[in-house]
């Protein structure tokens, strides 16, 4: 075996870890596969015969990727939209796939990635490394040109935001009930089921992209979301389950077939505390659904 050989063969082996960490910076499945097309690049340029530890390396590159991609994007973002959805991973309920259910392995919800998204990109990258992945404050500290002191303040900061993220109930199959009993008040109209089945203080998220403005929104409240669900009763028609970031949620097409939304839910207590939904057309067509016709 060549020297280029063994390299993809090292590179193909932490391929899945790679994107993981992407995927948890970022929250882009696309994004995470190009950050990690750009750490092969960069290995391919690179002497790395005297580098030990190969995985820490791959790592550390991709981490710095990631960061100047989240400080490229918060110099794009000079008026951030109110709502926005990061990019979920949509797998079917029955039979996973090892390379999906690593990106969204130990609970990385899309309420998680949401309050990720909140974070200044150091304070991102620190808490991704250090808390997902065990990497040392020694070794983030360089990557984002702090002190370890400073990265582990960094950490800690981002550490209190996300306590806040909404936690799950670890059954799925009860997630799955709740979700079912939302879609089938929702397809027949039933006000009061739908109040059942809600958290008095849950939330709605409605990502729609950048056009039309003001179409994306949130919405709080039992009784403001289940008007707003009643909306859904023509649309749930053509809704089918799935898991979105490994919870239970629900893909909605339009009459020919093209995916209109993506549902991600968060139940907690038996109640839904938490709807997120990407409908933004241009980020809906970068996903992969076609695991869904499985």
């Not at 250090?130 to 040109?145: L, N």
């Not at 403005?213 to 389950?241: C, D, N």
């Not at 991600?264 to 109640?271: D, E, L, N, T």
Request: proline share 4%; hydrophobic share 45%; with cysteine.
């Amino acid at each position: 075996m060549d020297e280029r050989d063994w390299l993809t063969e090292r590179f193909e082996a932490n391929r899945a870890h790679l994107r993981a960490v992407a995927y948890r910076m970022l929250g882009s499945v696309s994004d995470a596969d190009d950050a990690v097309q750009e750490t092969w690049l960069r290995l391919s340029r690179s002497e790395v015969s005297d580098v030990e530890n190969l995985r820490g390396w791959l790592t550390t590159v991709t981490a710095r990727v990631c960061l100047n991609m989240l400080r490229s994007r918060q110099l794009r973002r000079e008026d951030p939209l109110a709502v926005h959805v990061p990019e979920p991973v949509v797998s079917r309920e029955a039979g996973g796939d090892p390379e999906q259910d690593a990106l969204t392995a130990d609970s990385v919800g899309l309420a998680l990635l949401i309050v990720l998204e909140t974070l200044a990109p150091a304070e991102r990258l620190a808490f991704v490394l250090h808390d997902m992945f065990a990497v040392s404050f020694e070794e983030i500290g360089p990557i984002v040109g702090r002190s370890a002191t400073a990265a582990r303040q960094l950490a800690s900061r981002a550490r209190r935001r996300v306590q806040g993220a909404a936690v799950p109930d670890a059954d799925l199959k009860v997630q799955r009930h709740v979700v079912d009993a939302f879609l089938k008040a929702a397809r027949g109209g039933d006000f009061q089921a739908l109040l059942q089945v809600l958290d008095p203080d849950v939330v709605l998220r409605t990502d729609r992209g950048e056009i039309p403005a003001g179409v994306s929104r949130v919405i709080r409240g039992a009784s403001e979301v289940a008007q707003q669900a009643l909306l859904f009763a023509t649309r749930g028609r053509f809704a089918r389950p799935a898991l979105v970031n490994g919870a239970a949620g629900i893909v909605v097409f339009d009459e020919s077939g093209r995916a209109f939304s993506v549902l991600g839910f968060i139940v907690a207590r038996g109640r839904i505390v938490e709807i997120d939904i990407l409908a933004d057309p241009r980020r809906l067509s970068r996903l992969d659904l076609s695991v869904l016709d499985e």
